[in-house]
């Protein structure tokens, strides 16, 4: 059983499109996270989500809202794509928020935005 | 700014040798860290994790070192196996930070 699974593995669109990316962990854990790698390889915090709490990176454009309808899963909504979102995604969850907290990745989804 | 800095893009070690994987932070804050391995099309995978207050932790054949006067850490894979060959990540997490702050990432190549 996959622990966390992302959907779509990959995704090619326009720019200007709106899309998501799904996440579900079956841990039982109480956080997850959305990280984006970069073109130069950089893994980045965008959003951290523990309990109906979200913590948001002021580095993310309001146009990525994360959305949790519940524990397991937290998906990530894009309005009018740009070029320069094209990144993997991963998804990840911890037990708790805590900073000792092994967090688990899931396989990541490839965006593609033409 | 690179909070995080693993400055060997690659490394090609026999198999049976010692593979040294090294890693630098900045941030002072930063009182936990952790290795995550990462094969082609899947995600980062936990290896091992070091707390601040220890400066070595040894799990098999992995052994995290970290030199919290220096900022640095190091991932000590002995001996090294064709199947080590990965990108490994170096991440830190602190300094009121809730996710993880990775290292650009090292390739590790194992030869037979």
């Known amino acids: 059983d996959t622990a966390v699974s992302q959907t779509p593995k990959y995704l090619v669109t326009q720019m200007g499109n709106d899309k998501s990316i799904k996440c579900e962990q079956n841990?039982?854990?109480?956080?997850m996270y959305w990280y984006k790698q970069d073109s130069k390889k950089f893994l980045k915090i965008m959003f951290s989500?523990?309990?109906?709490?979200?913590?948001i990176n002021e580095t993310v454009p309001n146009r990525f809202s994360p959305k949790s309808p519940d524990k397991a899963h937290l998906n990530l909504h894009i309005n009018s794509l740009e070029l320069g979102d094209s990144a993997v995604y991963f998804c990840?969850?911890?037990?708790?928020?805590?900073?000792?907290?092994?967090?688990?990745f899931g396989p990541g989804t490839r965006l593609l935005v033409l | 700014d690179q909070q995080v800095k693993q400055n060997s893009p690659s490394l090609s070690v026999q198999e049976g040798r010692i593979s040294i994987l090294n890693c630098d932070y900045t941030n002072s804050m930063f009182d936990y860290f952790l290795w995550y391995k990462k094969y082609p099309a899947e995600g980062p995978t936990f290896l091992i994790s070091i707390s601040s207050i220890k400066d070595k932790n040894e799990d098999g054949r992995f052994t995290v070192f970290l030199n919290k006067s220096a900022k640095h850490l190091s991932l000590h894979i002995v001996p090294s196996q064709p199947g080590d060959s990965a990108v490994y990540f170096c991440a830190a997490r602190g300094g009121g930070a809730d996710g993880l702050t990775f290292g650009k990432g090292t390739h590790l190549i194992i030869q037979p």
């Open positions: 989500y523990n309990n109906k709490e979200l913590i």
């Open positions: 841990l039982g854990h109480d956080t």
């Open positions: 990840a969850s911890s037990q708790s928020p805590g900073p000792r907290e092994t967090q688990y």
